[in-house]
């Protein structure tokens, strides 16, 4: 593994460590996966998507912008819950828009709390480590799985 790669794993960990924005925390993915990213809540709503500008993908701006999926995606999301069982943990679908997409399922203590989905767009899929898809599952994951917890705590608090 050359310098310049750990060097970009150790700031993405840093950076994931020391902000609580899911936000940035999924530009800053997007970032070192050199892809485009998009998160989903387990109910197929949008928690965020990475910048789009320059992105020439007309499902994946119309996503953006609807702020849910379409039944058919959520759907194929839906459908990513048997992968637990397999040795990989994500999938890579070609029928959503003309960019590919590899889709993982963000799971927190044996549940399904999210998805996430990069779009093939800069760089093939496959030329991505998948310890680099890892870390920014896991951060992503660990963010969100926060969220949640601070919004469904102040949902028992009213």
Same mark, same amino acid.
């Given at each position: ?42 109910? &197929?709503? /949008? #928690?965020?998507?990475?910048?789009? %500008? ?6 994946? *701006?119309?996503?953006?912008?609807? +702020? ?46 999210? &998805?996430? /989905? #990069?779009?093939?767009?800069?760089? %093939? ?6 310890? *680099?898809?890892?870390?920014?599952? +896991? ?20």
């Amino acid at each position: 593994m050359s310098n310049d790669m750990m060097e970009q794993r150790s700031a993405f960990l840093n950076f994931a460590f020391h902000v609580n924005n899911i936000q940035q925390l999924i530009a800053q993915g997007a970032s070192l996966l050199e892809n485009p990213i998009a998160v989903f809540d387990p109910h &197929y709503y /949008t #928690v965020a998507y990475s910048d789009t %500008r320059g992105i020439q993908d007309e499902v994946w *701006l119309a996503g953006k912008q609807r +702020g849910y999926c379409l039944f058919e995606y959520a759907a194929m999301l839906h459908g990513l819950d048997h992968i637990r069982e397999h040795s990989t943990s994500f999938e890579i679908f070609d029928d959503f828009g003309p960019h590919r997409r590899r889709i993982s399922p963000l799971i927190s203590n044996s549940v399904t709390i999210g &998805y996430l /989905t #990069v779009l093939e767009y800069h760089h %093939r899929l496959e030329e991505i480590p998948d310890d *680099l898809y890892d870390l920014v599952i +896991g951060a992503i994951t660990k963010e969100l799985a926060v969220e949640q917890a601070i919004k469904q705590s102040q949902q028992t608090d009213s």
